[in-house]
Every structure is written in structure tokens, then in C-alpha cells.
């Protein structure tokens, strides 16, 4: 079961993200199969102790990783998609395709990923799918994950007076996948500190396909 973060002290709080993030930054190197604990913990910096007090195992620190890049990466789309409401609420209604083309970059650049959070992300999943013990705490976790999307990217759509041609869930399967396949490729064979750019023209092209955007009403 995962700690609860917010009971913990500040102090315990950084190790613990450090300890997040060097698992991150291991994982995309050596696999997770391939990493050791001494190599996480050398990584951040710290000790064994350290990270036997904030983690049973490694299996554990794949779960807790899994869950708070759900949280952060939701906080993140809800914040944007609050801004946007507002600006939309101020502004004229702008061109479709300009207007999905600045807020998908928005969404995805803002906090932009590194190379090695890209690949850990995928490592992560793959070990997770391979790991029986892991499977359903994995499939609770994205099962949560999709429910809370679902719900922030109904709200854009009515935003922008929009609406999917297809289920929902069909949907975000389709713009996930799009997304994960333009993350890596971008991610492709470059230093694992650096940052990934994700270019929001093919995301658009698909969600130009997907949606249909009501009507303006005549004056």
C-alpha cells in the first residue's frame, strides 16, 4: 500500500523524491530488471536505510513512481485546462486549428519531459505487464488514472464546444498511443538529461479527425 505522503516531514518528503527520481533516471538506463537497489540509492545519493524506510522494495518504488507520475501529470492537464476555460471566457473564439494546435502545446510543454522520464514511463509499463504480483495494483492505478482523465478532457471538449466521434474511452486510447509513439521517437537517441519536445501538429491532425466542434451560432 502506498505511504501517504502528506503525513510525512519535509525532510522525508525529499528523500523520498529523490529517491523517485533516481529510480527514474536507473530504470531508463539499465532497465528495472538490471537495476539494484545500490545503484538507486547511489544515484541519489543516499544510503540503503534510507531507501528501506520509504520503500519495501524496488517493486514498490516502480508503484509509487507509476502513482505520482499519474498525480502530477493530472494536476498539470487540470491547472491547464482551468486557464483555458478563463481565457476562452475573455477572448473571442479563435480559429479551431490554432486554438487546439497553442493549447496541446501547452499541455505538453509546459513541464516538459526529460529523455529518461519518457523511457523509464515505457520501461515501467512493460515490467508491470511482465510482473504478475504487480499487474493489478498497475491496472487499479491506470484504471484510476483514465477515470480522472476522462473526466478533465470532457470538460475541454465542452470548453471548446466540442465533442468525440467515437466512445471516450476509444478516444483517449487513440491520443495516448499518439502521444506515447511521438514521446519516444522524440526521445530517440539523445542524452537522457535532456528535455523532450513534443510537436503538437501530429496530436492535432488526429484530434481534427476525432471532433466535432459545434456550430457557432449566428448573431
Known amino acids: 500500500m ?34 539494484s537497489i545500490e545503484e538507486i540509492c547511489e544515484a541519489g545519493g543516499l544510503t540503503r ?14 508503484l509509487v513512481i507509476v502513482e505520482m507520475r499519474i498525480s502530477e501529470n493530472l494536476d498539470r492537464l487540470d491547472e491547464t485546462i482551468q486557464r483555458w476555460t478563463e481565457r476562452l471566457a475573455a477572448t473571442e473564439a479563435p ?41 493489478a495494483r498497475y491496472v487499479e492505478l491506470n484504471a484510476s488514472q483514465l477515470d480522472r482523465l476522462a473526466s478533465l478532457v470532457t470538460t475541454a471538449l465542452d470548453v471548446a464546444g466540442a465533442s468525440p466521434r467515437q466512445p471516450l474511452p476509444d478516444f483517449l486510447t487513440v491520443i495516448i498511443s499518439v502521444f506515447n509513439r511521438i514521446a519516444l521517437t522524440a526521445a530517440a537517441g539523445r542524452p537522457m538529461h535532456e528535455h523532450v519536445d513534443i510537436d503538437p501538429s501530429l496530436i492535432v491532425e488526429v484530434l481534427l479527425h476525432l471532433i466535432d466542434f459545434a456550430p457557432c451560432e449566428p448573431d
Open 49 to 62: 536505510g534510507a531507501f528501506y524506510s520509504n520503500f519495501s522494495s524496488r517493486d514498490d518504488l516502480v
Open 95 to 135: 480559429e479551431v486549428r490554432e486554438l487546439m494546435t497553442t493549447f496541446i502545446d501547452d499541455v505538453f510543454n509546459e513541464k516538459k519531459q526529460t529523455v529518461a522520464e519518457t523511457i523509464a514511463e515505457q520501461e515501467i509499463e512493460l515490467y508491470c505487464l511482465r510482473v504478475p504480483e504487480l499487474y
Open 2 to 35: 502506498t505511504m501517504n505522503t502528506d503525513e510525512l516531514s519535509p525532510r522525508r518528503r525529499q528523500t523520498r523524491a529523490t529517491l523517485v527520481q533516481a529510480g527514474i533516471d536507473v530504470f531508463a538506463v539499465r532497465g528495472i530488471d538490471g537495476a
